[in-house]
């Protein structure tokens, strides 16, 4: 299981390495017993405006019934099951050249800051997109403090009299 905090950072996966990287991974991942990192689905988090933002994960070939998002102690659990009666009926029918497409179960965790509320979650295309609210309430924001010159109001003074 791997757990995750939102980050701005690129992940390593997609760069001009890549399949080193990927190589490189499954091997310690065989050696440790945990799960390779490029075994996780990708995605993006996108900052909408101040409050607003989107999570979106790659997963083609998923239906919404193989997909379980839940929230517990701010952390938000994505995970996929295959429904393998499914795959193996079509395996039977179908004569692969080629099979390239990941249909590999998976679980992403993501910790969440306790401000950030998950709002609703949509699949479609092989993307699912879930948008969260970042919540600050009034008491915690920033406040700008105005400077008072009193030299100004000195000569506003003067000025009326």
Do not use: C, W
């Amino acid at each position: 299981m791997s757990y995750r905090s939102f980050s701005l950072i690129p992940e390593l996966s997609h760069n001009i390495f890549s399949d080193r990287f990927n190589q490189i991974d499954k091997m310690f991942s065989t050696i440790t017993g945990e799960k390779p990192i490029s075994d996780i689905p990708s995605y993006d988090l996108i900052q909408k405006n101040d409050n607003f933002y989107q999570l979106t994960i790659s997963i083609p070939g998923y239906k919404e019934e193989e997909l379980e998002i839940s929230v517990h102690k701010n952390q938000l659990s994505i995970v996929g099951k295959k429904n393998t009666d499914n795959l193996n009926e079509s395996k039977e029918q179908i004569k692969f050249l080629h099979q390239g497409l990941k249909k590999n179960n998976f679980s992403i965790n993501f910790n969440l800051n306790y401000r950030i509320k998950v709002k609703e979650a949509e699949l479609s295309r092989g993307l699912l997109n879930i948008q969260f609210e970042y919540h600050i309430p009034e008491e915690e924001k920033p406040k700008k403090i105005i400077i008072k010159d009193t030299n100004k109001k000195q000569k506003i003074i003067e000025n009326n009299q």
